[in-house]
Structure formats: C-alpha cells, structure tokens
C-alpha cells in the first residue's frame, strides 16, 4: 500500500511539474503615432512575445504601464486574443494613451540628459493565459536620441 501511495505521489508532482510555465519574455518592437490632440496623445505599440515553452501560449487580453525615466507615461489594455506559437514568438498590436502632462515631465528629463538616452520599463499582465488566469510581466530598455 505504501509503495501505491509513493508512486501516486511520484505522478502526482510530475503532472504538477509539466504544467508550469516559463514566463513570455515580452519587449518593444515598434512604436506610431496615431493621433495627437491638445490633451491626448495616441500610438500604436507593437510588442514582440518571445515563448520559451514547449507548447503554445493564449490569453485572452493583456493590460499594461509604460514607464519611462521612472515615470508612468502612458497606459494600455486590450482584450485582442494572443497566441504565440511553442517555442516562438509573435506580435501584438495595442493602442497606448498618454497625456499632455506625461509628455511634459518627460520631455524635461530628456533635455536634463546629456547623452539623449531614457530608459523605460513596460510593467503589466497578460490575462486568462492559458485559461489559468494572469500571468505578470516585466521589460526593461533604452531609447537613444
């Protein structure tokens, strides 16, 4: 009975194992203005979503801040489907929102830097991923001058 028990346990904790998932390494590929108001400014951010698993990665939206010099610059969500092929990677296209304000304390810190370059952080989620719910996500870089 005991040895049962050991094995039931053994294929237990290996069923466990192989639904883990690595995280999406998720970083920016493009970025377009779309449109520019007096209060409001719009772009288009394309995410390249690099995926390290063995099988294919789905969400049902993603949701996101874009930080830059350490402040929050603009903000997305999208309820677009997202499937990334096994051990691929693809595209997301999303909408982004900032404001005159943002753009203010940002075009300060530019002049402030005398080699033109801020980093940016993208901090957010890619949401029912999987079906199994969110999965966080963190991207780190630089935009030169």
Known sequence: MKTVMAWLLAVLLTSCASFSLQKPQIHIADIQPVKTTLLEQSFDLTLRVQNPNNRELTAKGISFDLNVAGEKLATGVSNQA???????EGKI???????LGSWLKQ??????????????EIK?????LNGWGRIPFTSRGSWNN
Do not use: Q
Request: no cysteine.
């Open 82 to 88: 997202v499937a990334i092929p096994a051990l691929g």
């Open 93 to 99: 296209k999303l909408r982004l929102y900032t404001s």
């Open 107 to 120: 075009a300060g810190k530019f002049m402030e830097k005398p080699d033109g370059k801020l980093d940016y």
């Open 124 to 128: 957010g989620y890619l949401d029912g």
